[in-house]
T-cell receptor
Framework: GDSVTQMEGPVTLSEEAFLTINCTYT??????LFWYVQYPGEGLQLLLK?????DKGSNKGFEATYRKETTSFHLEKGSVQVSDSAVYFC?????????????FGQGTILTVHP | NAGVTQTPKFQVLKTGQSMTLQCAQD?????MYWYRQDPGMGLRLIYY???????DKGEVPNGYNVSRLNKREFSLRLESAAPSQTSVYFC???????????FGPGTRLTVT
């Protein structure tokens, strides 16, 4: 079945540091890939997505590239801010239907200190 | 627009009690989902409804039932709560096709 593996956390960084959160996946066919972010006390919200190989998703300074050869979708940001402190989830949807079912990774807690 | 709303925000139950978690959306979503979130395990799909009038089991359906009352509302019922059902529950919806899911704010449930 489908699965998503994220790097173990939590991750603690100083403001303006470079961020990488690793994500690899196993899926049949050609999945769509997503990063969701969850701020404290809130539900998840979509951060970025990529629907085919070599696509780059980007939003709010975050980027991730769909790498089919390495089955990866690593999240990066060049300079993090305190306001980026949140839990980040990598997810995939195998498609093939219109139901949009998502398979999530376990989440990575990011804390950014001033 | 309110988006996806959930009630209640918090609930404490004793083992064996029943309750229904409510979810409603005003985003014209065709498909709706119930997830549970547990530490270190991400979100796991409990049940989903691909369209009004249909429901299907997800990854962890045991101990739960759902009702897609109409296009807007999708409720989750615990018939006999157990401590293992202590979790944060999220409802989500999608129009379908784009696969972007919109999440509610969650219900934090504790079963003692």
């Amino acid at each position: 079945g489908d699965s998503v593996t994220q790097m173990e956390g939590p991750v603690t960084l100083s403001e303006e540091a470079f961020l990488t959160i690793n994500c690899t996946y196993t899926a049949t066919g050609y999945p769509s890939l997503f990063w969701y972010v969850q701020y404290p006390g809130e539900g998840l919200q979509l951060l970025l997505k990529a629907t085919k190989a070599d696509d780059k998703g980007s939003n709010k300074g975050f980027e991730a590239t769909y790498r089919k050869e390495t089955t990866s979708f690593h999240l990066e940001k060049g300079s993090v801010q305190v306001s980026d402190s949140a839990v980040y989830f990598c997810a995939l949807s195998s498609g093939g239907t219109s139901y949009g079912k998502l398979t999530f990774g376990q989440g990575t807690i990011l804390t950014v200190h001033p | 627009n309110a988006g996806v709303t959930q009630t209640p925000k918090f609930q404490v139950l004793k083992t064996g009690q029943s309750m229904t978690l409510q979810c409603a959306q005003d985003m014209n979503h065709n498909s709706m989902y119930w997830y549970r979130q547990d530490p270190g395990m991400g979100l796991r799909l409990i049940y989903y409804s691909a369209s009004e009038g249909t429901t299907d089991k997800g990854e962890v359906p045991n101990g739960y039932n759902v009702s897609r009352l109409n296009k807007r509302e999708f409720s989750l019922r615990l018939e006999s709560a157990a401590p293992s059902q202590t979790s944060v529950y999220f409802c989500a919806g999608t129009r379908g096709g784009s696969y972007e899911q919109y999440f509610g704010p969650g219900t934090r449930l504790t079963v003692t």
